[in-house]
Every structure is written in structure tokens, then in C-alpha cells.
Nanobody
Framework: QVQLVESGGGLVQAGGSLRLSCSAS????????MGWFRQAPGKERESVAA????????EYADSVKGRFTISRDKAKNTVYLRMNSLTPEDTAVYYC????WGYGLGSSYDYWGQGTQVTVSS
């Protein structure tokens, strides 16, 4: 079992930055690929970024490529999403998730956090 807790969301002006954190519990966290997703009101959930269990491979949605950076710190059992140059279109609830098998934006994820709200004002 893996429990995930997101933090770091909030209200930011357009052009600003935020860093989301996803703290994980569970002995096997380091062996899971991780992903960040978001869901805006009235829209489907969107895959945003993914990182392999080693941390050596990352993948990004076109909508965030060049602005968002996913990383992981195995010693802290934490995954981060650094978000720069935010726009109102980035407003959503952001979720982290863990995948026991596979890696990538299209992978199947087994465990999910509760989400953290990100609101970008214009």
C-alpha cells in the first residue's frame, strides 16, 4: 500500500510559480513510477507529467512542456512538480499518483492522492 498526500497548491498570479509536493508513505515507494494529473471544473482529468521509478526518465504533456518540471527525492519519499509561467488555464485540482507497473502519461496508476487546488488569477 502507498498513501499519497499532496501539498503546495494555492492562489498565484499569472506568470508566477508554484511547487507542488507529493509525500508518500510505504516501504516500496521508491519502486513506483509517479505521475501528476490535473482536473479543471467541467473538464476531464489530464495527465501532466510522469517520472520513472529511477527518476531518470520524465514525460510531459505538450501543454506544460518547458514550464513544468517533475522530480523525485527518494530519501524524502517525495515527488515534486515545479510549475513556472503559470496561466489561468493551469487552474485545476492537481493529483499525484503512483504506478506499480509501467511508466508514463498513459500508464495505469494504482494509488492516488486527494489533490491540491491550484488557482491562477489573470
Amino acid at each position: 500500500q502507498v498513501q499519497l498526500v499532496e501539498s503546495g497548491g494555492g492562489l498565484v498570479q499569472a506568470g508566477g510559480s508554484l511547487r507542488l509536493s507529493c509525500s508518500a508513505s510505504g516501504r516500496t515507494f521508491s519502486s513506483y513510477a509517479m505521475g501528476w494529473f490535473r482536473q479543471a471544473p467541467g473538464k476531464e482529468r489530464e495527465s501532466v507529467a510522469a517520472i520513472s521509478w529511477t527518476g531518470g526518465s520524465t514525460e510531459y504533456a505538450d501543454s506544460v512542456k518547458g514550464r513544468f518540471t517533475i522530480s523525485r527525492d527518494k530519501a524524502k519519499n517525495t515527488v515534486y512538480l515545479r510549475m513556472n509561467s503559470l496561466t489561468p488555464e493551469d487552474t485545476a485540482v492537481y493529483y499525484c499518483a503512483a504506478a506499480q507497473w509501467g511508466y508514463g502519461l498513459g500508464s495505469s496508476y494504482d494509488y492516488w492522492g486527494q489533490g491540491t487546488q491550484v488557482t491562477v488569477s489573470s
